[in-house]
């Protein structure tokens, strides 16, 4: 049994405690924004926040989850959040757009810990989320707009 | 140009903002062009007309207008990142007269039956259906004029069309197309030739630049149709579709290409808590076509579990019918295509006499580049819901290729075409995985064991890395030799690579006319004695295809190959590759051997070397080519020409003493003649950018005894933002008179090459073996 607390909502789950965090999102919970494309943290698709910080969901056991999670579709109600997906939209950052929900989240984070990073932090913190369509530089662009 | 079948020669016009085929004068001229075509037995039809399924303009079938003026587009083709849904609303839009807040994009069914073709891939989309499209949404404006004039009992040329909305001129009286959509519905789809396309100064979306333009962000542009849910997680992806009670499964597939499925206890994992079933995957024998490879599926309640069920699994693989493919060893297949190089092989050009002019160069140089397998590694790894329920199958894919999913699900499960439905989501990234339909038969025939209940079948990465459809690997072998005044009097090139063909045919050695004719046959230099040869290569894994396809390899060869020999002339890059090209002139595919020339039309789209060289002139212009470079920095420029378009690159490097490289500045020049939607063509030239930094630094799939040993992201290297340049700047060449090119994929070739030749301007050091990796340490 796990409780969970995510977008403000406290769940009581019948699920293993090392099942992920992602397959509990997804598959128990149905909120499909926080994508899957690993499964052993390289990627960062997977990107939701704990208490405000950026995780790899896919290899956070649900049973570590504690405290207030995040995903994608609640971080609009977040004003770092809503203007990441504004300046996402100006710029036209996403190609395919799979791995944004990630990216966006890892932004996130990185804005909260520090409001005007320089292009080489945003780089450092951004590294872990990869894009196989190669927005890069428009996400460095991004962020440094919103 | 006066010579294209009809709908050809209608493109060209468009390209040109003329009337379609309104005149008189015109219409003659084209019924004259295609009489005379006929004469000299050109049959064939080109272009989305050529193409399995056809083309359609009828404006019903893409275009639905309600009472309440909202207008719904079909989009028929896969949206992969290229931003097609947008594209092509656009491009309806921009005919029609639509506001396009009140534009909405419905995804269309696999069924080439309604909207012709829909494979997406060979970067055809717009540049095959920017005509029919366009027509479409003239055929619709046309309609809702008619149905105002008839309302109005008024002359249909009194009628004139702003946004959203029909007016009368003389009176001044206004109906919004809502309020004319259900009386334009009953009207008759107007005949092609009466079609009068809008002249340039009333486009508002089509070829307008938007958006970010090399750091400067310029006005605002139509929203693309899928930004909003992108950003906010409610986009649709291939596993993202609700469903009540779904099931989720995972597939163990053999090690080895070939290999069978043995041994195994099915309790293992029916053991783990939320496996409910394991379900045998038949395979289809060597070669596997676009089958599965069979295997053994583990059907859970939720992924997680199904991954745990086939980990507890401890199968037998049957490796005899693998036998031959269980010995593939990357290395030591690198040098058996190494020795088939020194050896003549099959001749796909000859022009001149090689050895002759060999025997009389001044200088003759040589040099062998490999590429390896390449994996597409899309963000989203394939996955596939499949529904069986009396009798009819559904899938919901992200697919590349909605048709040949249905009929391959069809033909699986034993059923009827027209009891198959297949509904294409958002592609998380495809660049050619996603055109094989395994992954739906997968998903279908598991879903047939649980009648009523939607089944996704989840590839994780290692599934992906492991049991890919591989960019084939490559060995290019060349030769030249130049004369007193360094220039080149003999070019021999032999290519050699297992065939995307050998899918089909287990024997199949040689590249196929499709793979010849991307890069290969098509090398536009004006040199005395050419010479390719493409000796036999065998293939061991399946053989897919990526991005560009056989252009990359081609490409990286002889963009090198073209830099070595300048050098040893003496002379600048960019002044030599102008010499090789010699003066600017259309050479005709035809007469290189290319019978593929992207499905186009050889008296349309031709090889023009004055294409090549304006790329090459205005990259070179654009990036300062010639500067002097400091200590351990340099400039390295490349070129390409594929799908029917022109793409050249300079990167500027550096190189520290460690060997550690840093990519300043990449800037690419681009003609695809006309641009449909700029924003978007800048946007996936960026992306090319970044795959072919991939290409050249990082990827390499290597096989051990048959097996892949990349299994994920921290063994299968792709480029992260760090490997970014700081700065990529896209610079579009205006040519509209010329006919549409592809945009997806031919930025990608010339990338690999130019870095590579940036890294030896700064360094002195030749790659020829690619990835890069460390070959840049001590």
């Known amino acids: 049994m796990a409780s969970l607390n995510i977008n403000g909502k406290e769940y009581q789950l019948d699920v293993p405690d090392q099942m992920p965090l992602l397959w509990v999102i997804r598959d128990v919970l149905g909120l499909k924004g926080t994508k899957f494309g690993c499964g052993k943290a390289q990627c960062g698709a997977c990107t939701v926040h704990l208490d405000g910080v950026a995780i790899r969901s896919c290899t956070t056991p649900v049973s570590g989850a504690i405290g207030e999670i995040t995903t994608i579709e609640a ?72 | ?125 717009m540049r095959q259906w920017f ?46 197309f809502g309020e004319l959509a259900e009386a334009a519905r ?65 597939i163990a597939r053999p090690p080895v290409y070939g290999a069978e499925l043995g041994r195994f206890h099915e309790s293992d994992a029916l053991n783990v808590p939320g496996v409910l079933k394991v379900v045998r995957i038949e395979g289809a024998g060597l070669p596997a076509a676009f089958n599965p490879l069979g295997g053994l599926a583990v059907v859970a309640t939720n992924t997680w579990a199904a991954m745990q069920g086939r980990k507890a699994l401890k199968i037998h693989w049957d490796y005899g019918p693998a036998e031959d493919n269980r010995s593939y060893t990357s290395s030591a297949y690198r040098e058996i295509l190494e020795a088939r190089a020194q050896i003549p092989g099959e001749v796909i050009r000859k022009e001149g006499n090689f050895s002759k002019a060999m025997e009389g160069a001044h200088q003759r140089i040589s040099a062998t580049y490999y590429m390896p397998h390449l994996a597409q590694t899309p963000m989203e790894p394939p996955v596939a819901t499949a529904r069986v329920q009396k009798g009819n199958a559904e899938i919901w894919a992200p697919t590349q290729n909605p048709q040949a999913t249905r009929t391959k699900v069809a033909e699986r499960l034993g059923l009827d075409v027209t009891n198959v439905t297949v509904n294409v989501t958002l592609l998380g990234g495809a660049f050619g995985r996603k055109a094989k339909p395994d992954f739906a038969i997968e998903a279908a025939a598991i879903a047939q064991w649980f009648e009523g209940r939607p089944v996704t079948l989840q590839w994780t990465r290692e599934d992906d890395l492991q049991h890919g459809y591989y960019q084939t690997v490559s ?70 295809w990526i991005r560009s396809v056989y252009n990359l390899p081609h490409a990286w060869a002889i963009q090198s190959f073209a830099h070595e020999l300048a050098i040893a002339a003496g002379k600048d890059h960019r002044a030599f590759l102008l010499e090789m090209l010699g003066e600017d002139r259309k050479i005709s595919n035809r007469s290189v051997g290319d019978t593929y020339n992207y499905d186009e039309d050889p008296a349309i789209y031709f090889i023009d070397t004055g294409r090549i060289r304006g790329v090459i002139d205005r990259v ?129 070739p010339p990338v690999a090459p130019a870095l590579v030749n940036a890294i030896y301007a700064a360094t002195g050091k030749r790659i020829r073996r690619l990835p890069v990796g460390d070959q840049l340490k001590g």
């Open chain 1, 75 to 146: 971080i609009g109600n977040d004003p770092i959040g809503q203007r990441l997906q504004k300046a996402w939209l100006d710029l036209g950052v996403p190609q395919c757009g799979f791995c944004q929900s990630g990216q966006i989240m890892n932004a996130v984070s990185l804005l909260r810990q520090n409001p005007a990073p320089g292009r080489d932090e945003i780089i450092h913190a951004m590294s872990g989320n990869l894009c196989r369509c190669g927005t890069y530089n428009r996400i460095i662009a991004a962020i440094q707009r919103a």
């Open chain 2, 1 to 125: 140009m006066e010579s294209g079948p009809k709908d050809r020669l209608q493109i060209a016009n468009v390209s040109r903002r003329r009337f379609l085929t309104g005149l008189a004068g015109a219409a003659a001229l084209v019924i004259a062009a295609r009489w005379d075509l006929v004469e000299t037995a050109e049959k064939r039809k080109y272009g989305a007309e050529g193409m399995p399924g056809g083309y359609t303009d009828n404006p019903n079938v893409f275009i639905h207008i309600d009472p309440d003026g909202t207008v719904t587009v079909v989009n028929h083709r896969s949206e992969m990142g290229q931003g097609i849904r947008t594209s092509n609303a656009m491009v309806i839009a921009d005919e029609l007269g639509a506001d396009w807040d009140r534009v909405r994009v419905k995804q269309a069914e696999g069924d080439h039956s309604v909207y012709g073709n829909q494979y997406t891939e060979a970067s055809r989309s």
């Open chain 2, 131 to 176: 005509d029919p499209l366009r027509r479409a949404g003239a055929a619709a404006r046309q309609m809702l004029e008619q149905a105002a004039a008839d309302r109005w009992q008024v002359r249909l040329s009194e009628v004139k069309t702003g946004v959203h909305e029909v007016w009368h001129e003389q009176s001044g009286r206004k109906l919004g």
């Open chain 2, 186 to 250: 009953t009207l008759e789809v107007p005949d092609p030739a009466s079609l009068i396309l809008r002249e340039d100064h009333e486009l508002r979306f089509i070829g307008r630049e938007s958006g970010l333009i090399n750091g400067v962000l310029e006005t605002s542009r139509p929203k693309a149709i899928d930004g909003e849910g992108i950003v906010s997680g409610t986009a649709v992806y291939g596993a993202d579709v609700p469903f009540d009670n779904p099931l989720y499964a995972v």
């Open chain 2, 475 to 544: 060995l290019d072998h060349l030769e030249a030799g130049l004369d007193e005044r360094g220039r080149a009097t003999a070019w021999l090139h032999r290519s050699l690579s297992p065939s995307t063909m050998s899918l089909l045919k287990a024997d199949f050695e040689h590249k196929s006319k499709v793979e010849q004719g991307m890069g290969f046959n098509t090398t536009p230099f004006d040199i005395p004695a050419i010479l390719l040869e493409n000796p036999p290569a065998t293939a061991h894994v399946r053989i897919g």
């Open chain 2, 620 to 748: 070179a212009a654009e990036s300062g080519w010639g500067k002097e470079m400091p200590r351990g920095r340099g400039l390295g420029l490349a070129f390409h020409h594929s799908f029917g378009s022109y793409a050249a690159v300079v990167f500027d490097v550096e190189v520290s003493e460690g060997g550690s490289l840093t990519i300043h500045r990449a800037d690419i020049a681009f003609d695809c003649g006309p641009q449909a939607n700029p924003e978007r063509i800048r946007s996936q030239l960026e992306g090319a950018c970044i795959m072919g930094i991939g290409v050249a630094l990082l990827n390499e799939v290597s096989f051990e005894n048959g097996v892949a040993q990349q299994d994920n992201f921290d063994r299968y290297r792709i480029p992260r933002m760090n490997n970014a340049p700081r700065e990529i700047r896209i610079h579009l060449v205006e040519n509209p008179d010329e006919p549409m090119g592809g945009v997806g994929e031919p930025g990608l």
